[in-house]
Nanobody, 123 residues
Framework: QVQLVESGGGLVQAGGSLRLSCAASGRTFSGYTMAWFRQAPGKEREFVAA????????YYADSVKGRFTISRDYAKYTVYLQMNSLKPEDTAVYYC????????????????WGQGTQVTVSS
């Protein structure tokens, strides 16, 4: 069983930055693909970024490529999402997800989820 707890959300002006954190239960961190998804009001949950534990492979949605960076700290069992040049359309609840399978952009492929953290970008 993997438990995930997100933090770091908040209110920021357009063009600003935020760093989200997702703390994972220990021992299970290695071997898991870690991902971030987001869901805006009235919209479906969408893929943002993912990090595959083997080989350091990362993958990003086109909408965030060049602005967001996913990374993980194995010593702290934490995965991060650094978000720069934020736009109002980035406003959403951001969720951390984990799974033993390889990278996928489909939320149905991830078995474990955090509770979410709100990110609001004002114009």
């Amino acid at each position: 069983q993997v438990q995930l707890v997100e933090s770091g959300g908040g209110l920021v002006q357009a063009g600003g930055s935020l760093r989200l954190s997702c703390a994972a239960s220990g021992r299970t961190f290695s071997g898991y693909t870690m991902a971030w998804f987001r869901q805006a009001p009235g919209k479906e949950r969408e893929f943002v970024a993912a990090d595959w534990w083997s080989g350091g492979t990362t993958y990003y949605a086109d909408s965030v490529k060049g602005r967001f960076t996913i990374s993980r700290d194995y010593a702290k069992y934490t995965v991060y999402l650094q978000m720069n040049s934020l736009k109002p359309e980035d406003t959403a609840v951001y969720y951390c997800a984990a799974d033993l399978q390889g990278i996928s952009t489909s939320s149905s492929r991830y078995a474990y989820w955090g509770q979410g953290t709100q990110v609001t970008v004002s114009s």
